[in-house]
């Protein structure tokens, strides 16, 4: 069973960028697909990216398409989400997830989260 803690949410202004890191641990991490997913007050929990076991394929929502980056470090047990020309809209408490399933943009494809790090954007 892995465990997952995201690191690297803050407040930011209009514009600006962030780095977000998710550390994996008790689990072989290559094993897993992983995502990141972020819920807005009010909002459903949604998709933002996706990358698949070994890096090779990644995906995008259509509202980060362009300005976020999914990553990860097999090596290093990582995985990273680099924001750039964040907007308030963007705002939201941001989630790592894992599957040991095929790349999915579910939620419900993922076993495993992560307890989520404050993203907020100022205008």
């Known amino acids: 069973q892995v465990q997952l803690e995201e690191s690297g949410g803050g407040f930011v202004q209009t514009g600006e960028s962030l780095r977000l890191s998710c550390a994996a641990s008790?689990?072989?991490?290559?094993?897993?697909?992983m995502a990141w997913f972020r819920q807005a007050p009010g909002k459903e929990r949604e998709w933002v990216a996706i990358?698949?076991?070994?890096?090779?394929?990644?995906a995008y929502s259509d509202s980060v398409e362009g300005r976020f980056t999914i990553s990860r470090d097999n090596d290093k047990n990582t995985m990273f989400l680099q924001m750039s020309s964040l907007n308030p809209e963007d705002t939201a408490i941001y989630y790592c997830?894992?599957?040991?399933?095929?790349?999915?943009?579910?939620?419900?494809?993922?076993?495993?989260w992560g307890q989520g790090t404050q993203v907020t954007v100022s205008s």
């Open positions: 997830a894992a599957s040991k399933m095929v790349l999915t943009t579910s939620t419900g494809g993922y076993e495993y």
């Open positions: 008790g689990g072989r991490f290559s094993r897993y697909s």
């Open positions: 990358i698949s076991r070994l890096g090779d394929s990644t």
